[in-house]
């Protein structure tokens, strides 16, 4: 198993411009979130999914928007991309919703 | 929501002491409560958890107490050595029929030799 895929691992970006931060997992796990990562402030729920066809808001869901068409994909988009945005992005997934197991990472620059 | 907040924000210990992370919850009703180590440049990695009904889980150096009527959890690691230098995340799964999963903001802990 390859467990949870990121991709890109790095991306720079231009203000106002926009681009999907991929994740899939092979483990067949039904819930899947997206975090930020901030010096000092830890990991930020962005949003999560219970399984296809079913995302919810967490903490900070504002410039972000999720879909989970398939149980393997939980695409990350960025719709008009602004410094503030600017993080460590983190996908998990997990079975039962206990236990997640994070992906790599990928290291956002927003100028 | 779910709020978890987490003590001390650094932490300092001399390899073989021991180090406690203290973490406080506003949900009453949240039910899972996991520890997470991140190395440097490192994703998060789960080192021990524990649900609700269960007030002490041990495993080899590192042990997670609950308090439930005061809502805090605390993470132990015991003969600390510098491969535990990391930082150390709480976290909370909040209540209702979806797994919001909140994190505290960490720990840094340093072990000196």
């Known amino acids: 198993n390859a467990g949870v895929t990121q991709t890109p691992k790095f991306q720079v970006l231009k203000t106002g411009q926009s681009m999907t931060l991929q994740c899939a997992q092979d483990m067949n796990h039904e819930y899947m979130s997206w975090y930020r990562q901030d010096p000092g402030m830890g990991l930020r729920l962005i949003h999560y999914?219970?399984?296809?066809?079913?995302?919810d808001q967490g903490e900070v869901p504002n410039g972000y928007n999720v879909s989970r068409s398939t149980t393997e994909d939980f695409p990350l988009r960025l719709l008009s991309a602004a410094p503030s945005q600017t993080s460590v992005y983190f996908c998990?997934?997990?079975?039962?919703?206990?236990?997640?197991?994070f992906g790599s990472g990928t290291r956002l620059t927003v100028v | 929501g779910e709020n978890v907040e987490q003590h001390p924000s650094t932490l300092s210990v001399q390899e073989g002491d021991s180090a406690v992370i203290k973490c406080t919850y506003s949900d009453s009703a949240s039910n899972y409560f996991p520890w997470y180590k991140q190395e440097l440049g490192k994703r998060p990695q789960l080192i021990i958890d524990?649900?609700?009904?269960?007030g002490e889980k041990k495993d080899q150096r590192i042990a997670v107490t609950l308090n439930k009527t005061a809502k805090h959890f605390s993470l132990h690691i015991t003969e600390t050595q510098p491969e535990d230098s990391a930082v150390y995340f709480c976290a909370a799964k909040g209540s209702g029929g979806y797994n919001k999963l909140i994190f505290g903001a960490g720990t840094r802990l340093a072990v000196h030799p």
């Open positions: 524990i649900r609700s009904n269960v």
């Open positions: 998990a997934s997990s079975p039962t919703g206990n236990g997640y197991t």
């Open positions: 999914s219970v399984g296809a066809g079913i995302t």
